[in-house]
């Protein structure tokens, strides 16, 4: 089992940046740069969605959402994904979580709490 932890979560204004971290660890059978990981995010009441993910070879996917505001990127030399968030708006107010899948393992982080309001 790989362990994540997410960190960057807070509060802050319409139109303001934030940039969430993603640390795995405790990778057995491989290491941290074949793994596919994604960010996802669930708000009160709705369905956990997809943010934005990026694959073991660097293709990244995001969310119509979110397009032209976020970015994923990975530092496999650091263990390490980012989601760098810009022109946040209230709609972005979400847990988020981080999760790591290659071949049948599936692993999520606990989640960070994120709050757009003024």
């Known amino acids: 089992q790989v362990q994540l932890v997410e960190s960057g979560g807070g509060l802050v204004q319409p139109g303001g940046s934030l940039r969430l971290s993603c640390a795995a660890s405790g990778i057995i059978f491989s290491i941290f740069s074949n793994y596919d990981v994604g960010w996802y995010r669930q708000a009160p009441g709705k369905q956990r969605e997809l943010v934005a993910d990026?694959?073991?070879?660097?293709?990244?996917n995001y969310a119509d959402s979110v397009k032209g505001r976020f970015t994923i990127s990975r530092d496999n030399a650091k263990n390490t994904v980012a989601l760098q968030m810009n022109r946040l708006k209230p709609e972005d107010t979400a847990v988020y979580y981080c999760?790591?899948?290659?071949?049948?393992?599936?692993?999520w982080g606990q989640g960070t709490q994120v709050t757009v309001s003024s």
């Open positions: 999760r790591a899948r290659r071949r049948v393992a599936d692993s």
């Open positions: 990026i694959t073991s070879s660097g293709s990244t």
